[in-house]
């Protein structure tokens, strides 16, 4: 089987804190799977360690078969990613930061397209020609959105997506990873929205101080049923 | 590439939009041609008070016409007579003036004891001194890592702060290839503004046009890019804006004034200098004891040196002018060892810092350039040798007059030797500054990458 994420006996270490221990993990194209957990559950150093941001104390990850340590360029290639709060150049407005990141990907895009891709992302007309510095939370995270489609990425990592949007905007983004996957991006989601991975989840996964406690299938659980599970991994 | 230069043309527009940054450039372009100005300026001041010398020294002819109407003792001239022995600066002395607001650029000489006339100067006002020169040269070394610093010391550090690294370094681009456009764009303004301010000032002094020119563009641009190769260091430790900030300045601080007063304290101790009012006292009181000994001694003394005089009469009356002159000139030769030492000293002293000047490139910079203008200590001390050359030859046209006792005339003015002296680059210290530059600037930059590779970016 060839997985698009893969994370092998993936572990990381500070000084002072065992981050992840032994991760292991496979991911296939068109999944959604979620990670859910605490504040330092493991989840953001997850998603680091396979946007290469941070070197594993041992183990490896993998994106489209490739290894993150041994191609930290080529990996990006095939990642889009968003973060929690999705940081601009504050003096350009949403279209010049969307052409840049889109250039820095490799993509040559036309005004028209450009305009498209942020519409799609839900930002107002009237915001796309505004400086960033004048947005809200929201609106960045739209921009960020949009840059993360344009890419035409194979995997998606989301470290909190939703966080800063409004209900209908989050309703709108799911609707956008439900379409991504049915295309065949594969979505790794880091949240603490039970719900929102219930409705766009293929599987969740349960971290815990550093450690993928369950994985489940979504379609196997309701809302309640997967709440009840990640609140008595929570309390134990 | 493409990328490279897509991160670099962003990096204008975000130059564009830090109105601080593209004030604090204008700013320093004007401090830099207000420096070329003042470079100028005073090299024209000077070199107007030159060409007034020899309008004094006319006068000074026309006065003892007067005063001396017809055929002269030749004694009596050379007591009145001035003359002068003058330093004119090279174009470039505008753009790097070096030593020449200290030391004296001419010297009033008289037929007397030479001595105490070299080091008889005009009085600087000591407010001016400490001060320093406002030229170009001072705006390259001492500002130009200011701005080096204002435009560096967040080169990562704010976007990290802002949080806008984790979305670009998310991009298949290398931190390599971000922190090089960052610092090519910057290095690109920065050079831009001194290579600007080097033509215009090359221009305004009407340099000859020679190698000189590429040699100064080098040490600037060198000089530049070991502040960018520092900035590098100092990037790559992944620390916060502040951080580097403080620490840039504090590298300003130590290399460019801690370091330079240091290595002056110490090369004043390990090369002492005796003081050159202590050489005008004993030559002063040398020849104020001659006209106390007996003036047989006196010439027998001045005879073992210059025996072409010795068959001249002896002297029985009071005074003459040729026993004058002659204890004059013992009085210079009783401190001959004291001021080769002196100038010695100073040479040994100049010649330790240049040593020692890799320790501190500001030191290293401010020399080659004073060098390359021909304004530095080597350069003075070859006009004092000039100098005291020209005195040699004032003694051996007047000595015929005061031994064969021949009459001055109004005739022998056009014949008395005038002097001249230009100042030369000293293009051996320029090129080894240049050199030395080129030494310090892969230094920084091979600890810059070393450190960047050890610790890849990261962009939390």
């Given at each position: 089987?060839?997985?698009?994420?893969?994370?092998?006996?993936?572990?990381?270490?500070?000084?002072?804190?065992?981050?992840?221990?032994?991760?292991?993990?496979?991911?296939?194209?068109?999944?959604?799977?979620?990670?859910?957990?605490?504040?330092?559950?493991?989840?953001?150093?997850?998603?680091?360690?396979?946007?290469?941001?941070?070197?594993?104390?041992?183990?490896?990850?993998?994106?489209?078969?490739?290894?993150?340590?041994?191609?930290?360029?080529?990996?990006?290639?095939?990642?889009?990613?968003?973060?929690?709060?999705?940081?601009?150049?504050?003096?350009?407005?949403?279209?010049?930061?969307?052409?840049?990141?889109?250039?820095?990907?490799?993509?040559?895009?036309?005004?028209?397209?450009?305009?498209?891709?942020?519409?799609?992302?839900?930002?107002?007309?009237?915001?796309?020609?505004?400086?960033?510095?004048?947005?809200?939370?929201?609106?960045?995270?739209?921009?960020?959105?949009?840059?993360?489609?344009?890419?035409?990425?194979?995997?998606?990592?989301?470290?909190?997506?939703?966080?800063?949007?409004?209900?209908?905007?989050?309703?709108?983004?799911?609707?956008?990873?439900?379409?991504?996957?049915?295309?065949?991006?594969?979505?790794?989601?880091?949240?603490?929205?039970?719900?929102?991975?219930?409705?766009?989840?293929?599987?969740?996964?349960?971290?815990?101080?550093?450690?993928?406690?369950?994985?489940?299938?979504?379609?196997?659980?309701?809302?309640?049923?997967?709440?009840?599970?990640?609140?008595?991994?929570?309390?134990? | 590439?493409?990328?490279?230069?897509?991160?670099?043309?962003?990096?204008?527009?975000?130059?564009?939009?830090?109105?601080?940054?593209?004030?604090?450039?204008?700013?320093?372009?004007?401090?830099?041609?207000?420096?070329?100005?003042?470079?100028?300026?005073?090299?024209?001041?000077?070199?107007?008070?030159?060409?007034?010398?020899p309008e004094l020294t006319r006068r000074n002819v026309e006065e003892l016409k007067v005063k001396f109407p017809g055929p002269a003792d030749a004694g009596d001239i050379g007591y009145y007579h001035t003359t002068y022995a003058?330093?004119?600066?090279?174009?470039?002395?505008?753009?790097?003036?070096?030593?020449?607001?200290?030391?004296?650029?001419?010297?009033?000489?008289?037929?007397?004891?030479?001595?105490?006339?070299?080091?008889?100067?005009?009085?600087?006002?000591?407010?001016?001194?400490?001060?320093?020169?406002?030229?170009?040269?001072?705006?390259?070394?001492?500002?130009?890592?200011?701005?080096?610093?204002?435009?560096?010391?967040?080169?990562?550090?704010?976007?990290?702060?802002?949080?806008?690294?984790?979305?670009?370094?998310?991009?298949?681009?290398?931190?390599?290839?971000?922190?090089?456009?960052?610092?090519?764009?910057?290095?690109?303004?920065?050079?831009?503004?001194?290579?600007?301010?080097?033509?215009?000032?090359?221009?305004?002094?009407?340099?000859?046009?020679?190698?000189?020119?590429?040699?100064?563009?080098?040490?600037?641009?060198?000089?530049?890019?070991?502040?960018?190769?520092?900035?590098?260091?100092?990037?790559?430790?992944?620390?916060?804006?502040?951080?580097?900030?403080?620490?840039?300045?504090?590298?300003?601080?130590?290399?460019?004034?801690?370091?330079?007063?240091?290595?002056?304290?110490?090369?004043?101790?390990?090369?002492?200098?005796?003081?050159?009012?202590?050489?005008?006292?004993?030559?002063?009181?040398?020849?104020?004891?001659?006209?106390?000994?007996?003036?047989?001694?006196?010439?027998?003394?001045?005879?073992?040196?210059y025996p072409q005089w010795r068959d001249t009469a002896t002297i029985r009356e009071r005074f003459v002018w040729r026993w004058y002159y002659a204890f004059q000139h013992l009085g210079d030769l009783a401190v001959a060892k004291?001021?080769?030492?002196?100038?010695?000293?100073?040479?040994?002293?100049?010649?330790?810092?240049?040593?020692?000047?890799?320790?501190?490139?500001?030191?290293?910079?401010?020399?080659?350039?004073?060098?390359?203008?021909?304004?530095?200590?080597?350069?003075?001390?070859?006009?004092?040798?000039?100098?005291?050359?020209?005195?040699?030859?004032?003694?051996?046209?007047?000595?015929?007059?005061?031994?064969?006792?021949?009459?001055?005339?109004?005739?022998?003015?056009?014949?008395?030797?005038?002097?001249?002296?230009?100042?030369?680059?000293?293009?051996?210290?320029?090129?080894?500054?240049?050199?030395?530059?080129?030494?310090?600037?892969?230094?920084?930059?091979?600890?810059?990458?070393?450190?960047?590779?050890?610790?890849?970016?990261?962009?939390?």
């Amino acid at each position: 089987m060839n997985y698009i994420l893969e994370a092998r006996d993936l572990r990381k270490e500070y000084p002072n804190k065992l981050a992840l221990q032994g991760l292991n993990l496979q991911i296939e194209p068109g999944e959604v799977f979620c990670l859910l957990g605490q504040n330092g559950a493991g989840k953001s150093t997850t998603i680091n360690l396979f946007l290469g941001f941070i070197a594993p104390t041992s183990g490896a990850a993998f994106v489209n078969g490739l290894e993150v340590a041994l191609n930290p360029l080529k990996i990006k290639e095939h990642l889009a990613y968003i973060p929690e709060n999705v940081m601009l150049y504050p003096h350009l407005t949403g279209l010049e930061n969307l052409a840049l990141f889109s250039s820095l990907a490799g993509f040559k895009y036309k005004e028209a397209e450009l305009l498209d891709y942020l519409h799609h992302a839900g930002l107002p007309a009237e915001a796309v020609r505004r400086r960033v510095g004048t947005y809200s939370k929201g609106m960045r995270q739209k921009v960020g959105i949009a840059i993360a489609v344009a890419k035409h990425a194979k995997v998606l990592l989301l470290d909190e997506p939703t966080s800063g949007l409004d209900p209908k905007a989050s309703n709108e983004f799911s609707q956008l990873l439900t379409q991504l996957s049915a295309e065949g991006t594969a979505v790794l989601m880091a949240t603490h929205d039970i719900f929102r991975a219930k409705e766009v989840g293929t599987r969740v996964g349960i971290m815990r101080e550093g450690e993928l406690v369950d994985v489940r299938p979504t379609a196997a659980l309701n809302a309640q049923e997967l709440e009840q599970l990640y609140l008595t991994y929570m309390h134990n | 590439m493409r990328i490279f230069w897509l991160l670099f043309s962003y990096e204008w527009r975000h130059f564009r939009a830090a109105k601080g940054l593209v004030l604090l450039c204008a700013l320093l372009l004007l401090t830099g041609l207000y420096g070329i100005y003042y470079g100028t300026t005073e090299i024209e001041r000077q070199r107007q008070h030159l060409t007034t010398l020899p309008e004094l020294t006319r006068r000074n002819v026309e006065e003892l016409k007067v005063k001396f109407p017809g055929p002269a003792d030749a004694g009596d001239i050379g007591y009145y007579h001035t003359t002068y022995a003058v330093h004119h600066p090279d174009a470039w002395a505008a753009l790097s003036l070096g030593q020449r607001d200290v030391n004296p650029y001419y010297v009033k000489l008289r037929l007397l004891g030479l001595q105490n006339q070299l080091y008889a100067t005009d009085n600087t006002n000591p407010m001016k001194v400490l001060s320093g020169n406002f030229d170009l040269a001072f705006v390259l070394v001492y500002l130009f890592p200011l701005l080096i610093i204002a435009l560096s010391f967040n080169l990562l550090s704010s976007e990290r702060e802002e949080g806008i690294l984790t979305l670009l370094l998310a991009q298949p681009v290398s931190s390599g290839v971000v922190v090089g456009a960052k610092l090519a764009f910057r290095l690109a303004v920065v050079l831009g503004l001194a290579w600007l301010l080097s033509v215009v000032g090359m221009l305004w002094a009407q340099v000859p046009l020679d190698g000189r020119m590429v040699t100064w563009l080098g040490l600037s641009t060198l000089y530049c890019l070991f502040w960018f190769g520092v900035a590098l260091i100092i990037t790559a430790l992944q620390r916060t804006s502040a951080f580097n900030a403080v620490t840039l300045l504090g590298v300003w601080l130590l290399l460019v004034v801690l370091v330079p007063s240091l290595l002056n304290l110490g090369v004043a101790a390990a090369r002492p200098v005796p003081q050159g009012i202590e050489l005008t006292i004993k030559q002063r009181e040398e020849i104020h004891a001659g006209w106390d000994r007996p003036k047989t001694q006196t010439m027998n003394r001045f005879f073992a040196l210059y025996p072409q005089w010795r068959d001249t009469a002896t002297i029985r009356e009071r005074f003459v002018w040729r026993w004058y002159y002659a204890f004059q000139h013992l009085g210079d030769l009783a401190v001959a060892k004291q001021a080769a030492a002196y100038a010695n000293g100073l040479q040994q002293r100049y010649d330790l810092v240049e040593k020692l000047n890799l320790l501190s490139p500001a030191i290293n910079a401010q020399s080659s350039l004073n060098a390359l203008a021909g304004t530095d200590l080597p350069t003075h001390l070859k006009f004092q040798r000039s100098a005291t050359a020209y005195h040699d030859a004032l003694r051996a046209f007047y000595y015929p007059f005061l031994f064969r006792k021949v009459e001055f005339t109004h005739a022998d003015y056009a014949q008395e030797p005038t002097h001249t002296f230009t100042s030369q680059p000293e293009l051996d210290t320029a090129l080894r500054g240049l050199g030395k530059l080129l030494l310090s600037v892969g230094g920084v930059f091979a600890a810059g990458l070393l450190l960047l590779r050890a610790r890849p970016i990261n962009p939390r």
